[in-house]
């Protein structure tokens, strides 16, 4: 089944139609790509999943529930998380307090009971920090745990921004180009991780990456957008071989990823 159906999805912004007429699902468990050319609507794809944008006209399901209309908050509490293409940290706190405020909002405890330093509060703190602790080891960066997060490389931001999005325990996570800026040897270890950390966490994923060599090794299903507009769609051969695509996109002289 389906955990996500997006189903004739629209956003406009004024007179820029920034996708139109988007259906697609992701069956639980898998982990689905999302590609197109800069300005394709990809970014807006996830902001309409997530509720940072209202939907111009179309219907979004979650595990079969409308969601169409629900605030970011209560999307994150169904279990979809994501990362930004723009890096979002917390930039003047350390590695592991990123990662301990997403740990937090999960585990509710009263603000009475944080005043009177009850010990229900102090082993809950412990709790978090245990947990934070892992989800940093998850994404290799427990050596950075203290480091301010804007002190850390690109690509370790990156990483720590899906260390922070796992802290909210996601069932469906939305990564918005984890490999940018990355060279191919970076990308490829990245590509590892996301799928032990696809496996390990339960997840379905669906990623947005420029990098084919992510893509093609990581997703079953690859959904290609073109100035807002379904271009293809299918598995990694079908998109590689399909002439619009390669035109649109990936540009004629691109060469299959394993050949
Ligand atoms: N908040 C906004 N207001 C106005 N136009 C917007 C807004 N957000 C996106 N757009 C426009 O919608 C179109 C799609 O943008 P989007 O960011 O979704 O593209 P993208 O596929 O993620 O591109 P990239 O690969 O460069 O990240 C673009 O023309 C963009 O300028
Ligand atoms: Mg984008």
């Known amino acids: 089944m389906d955990i996500l159906r997006l189903e004739a999805v629209t956003k406009r912004f004024g007179g820029i139609v920034a996708c139109k007429d988007i259906s697609f699902g992701i069956p639980e468990g898998r982990i689905m790509g999302l590609i197109g050319p800069n300005g394709a609507g990809k970014t807006t794809i996830f902001n309409l999943i997530t509720g940072v944008y209202s939907l111009t006209a179309g219907r979004i399901y979650f595990r079969g529930a409308d969601i169409t209309r629900l605030r970011p908050d209560e999307l994150v509490a169904l279990g979809i998380a994501r ?3 723009n890096i979002r940290l917390f930039r003047n706190l350390t590695v592991l307090d990123n990662v301990r405020i997403a740990v937090d909002r999960n585990l509710p405890y009263s603000f009475g009971a944080a005043l009177a330093r009850l010990p229900s509060v102090l082993s809950k703190e412990r709790a ?3 947990q934070a602790t892992e989800y940093l080891a998850a994404l290799g960066l427990s050596g950075r ?3 301010r997060a804007d ?7 990156r990483k720590l921004e899906i260390a922070r999005a796992l802290a909210l325990k996601p069932k469906l996570l939305l990564l918005d180009e984890p ?5 191919p040897e970076e990308s490829a270890e990245l590509a590892r991780l996301i799928r032990r950390i696809h496996g390990e966490f339960g997840l379905t994923t669906l990623l947005i990456e420029h990098h084919m060599d992510v ?4 997703c079953e299903q690859i959904y290609v957008l073109n100035f807002g507009v379904k271009l293809a ?3 990694a051969e079908t998109v590689q071989g399909n002439p619009d695509v390669l ?3 990936l540009g004629e002289g691109y060469k299959r990823a394993g050949n």
Not at 151 to 157: N, T
Not at 179 to 183: C, D, I, K, R, S
């Open 83 to 85: 990362t930004f293409q």
């Open 128 to 130: 978090v920090y245990r």
């Open 145 to 147: 745990a203290g480091d």
């Open 151 to 157: 002190s850390l490389p690109y690509g370790l931001q």
């Open 179 to 183: 490999a940018a800026g990355m060279n």
């Open 215 to 218: 893509v093609m090794e990581l």
């Open 233 to 235: 769609e299918g598995d």
């Open 247 to 249: 035109r649109a996109y």
